[in-house]
């Protein structure tokens, strides 16, 4: 069974249609008991960075989400929240992967990047199984996290940047691959098996 994450910034309704179009047991709670029942943790997210934080905190969100061991998939803004912190706002986030976001330099190619683009595989991980540099993804977004050692594929737009990255449990692509077809499906395919792994 798969919690997703409701919250302010959460875009809730594509991603549970998603899901389920795989066929994938799912609910959808801000409860902290309720998302303790789940066997992964699918973290959605547009907006601002900031003013996701307040709302994650003013719902004790974070504290658990700093917590908790179960795998957790963080997509878009979902995926930058897990980082240290970010320009937008001066926003410090759940400090879970390391790195800053930056905005991209709007001086060198229109901002928001939005659109279809690739990425290129730095690191084998069952989440991107099957997925090669030759696909296209969907994404949406104004700032980016520089690649560093947790990143598993890197995309470029104005700059390279973490297109998919993995620490221990939590997992985040910058991404909507609830929005991206059948290559979007398959990544949530992996991430649902890499729960079921978990579980047994």
């Known amino acids: 069974m798969i919690g997703i994450i409701k919250y302010q910034a959460g875009n809730l309704a ?9 066929g994938a047991e799912y609910f959808i709670s801000d409860n902290e008991d309720e998302l303790e029942k789940a066997d992964g943790i699918i973290f ?8 996701a934080m307040d709302d994650l905190r003013s719902r004790d969100l974070d504290i658990w989400l700093k917590n908790t061991d179960k795998p957790v ?7 930058q929240l897990l980082y240290e912190s970010s320009e937008e706002g001066d926003s410090n986030m759940l400090g879970l992967i390391p790195g ?16 279809w683009n690739q990425f290129r595989v730095e ?4 989440l991107i199984s099957g997925i090669d540099n030759q696909k296209f993804l969907y994404y949406v977004h104004g700032y ?3 690649a560093n050692d947790f990143t598993l594929a890197s995309c470029n737009y104005i700059n390279d940047f973490a297109a998919v990255v993995a620490k221990d449990n939590f997992m ?3 991404f909507h691959p609830e929005k991206s077809g059948q290559v979007g499906s398959l990544l949530l395919q992996n ?6 792994k978990n579980k047994s």
């Open 14 to 22: 594509s991603v549970a249609n998603a899901l389920e179009r795989l």
């Open 44 to 51: 959605p997210g547009v907006g601002h960075a900031g003013a």
């Open 73 to 79: 998939l963080g997509i878009c803004l979902g995926m």
């Open 100 to 115: 800053r976001l930056k905005k991209f330099d709007s001086s060198q190619a229109k901002v928001p990047h939005m659109g």
């Open 123 to 126: 690191k084998k991980h069952p």
């Open 144 to 146: 980016y996290a520089p």
């Open 172 to 174: 985040g692509v910058q």
């Open 191 to 196: 991430f649902i098996e890499i729960v079921k």
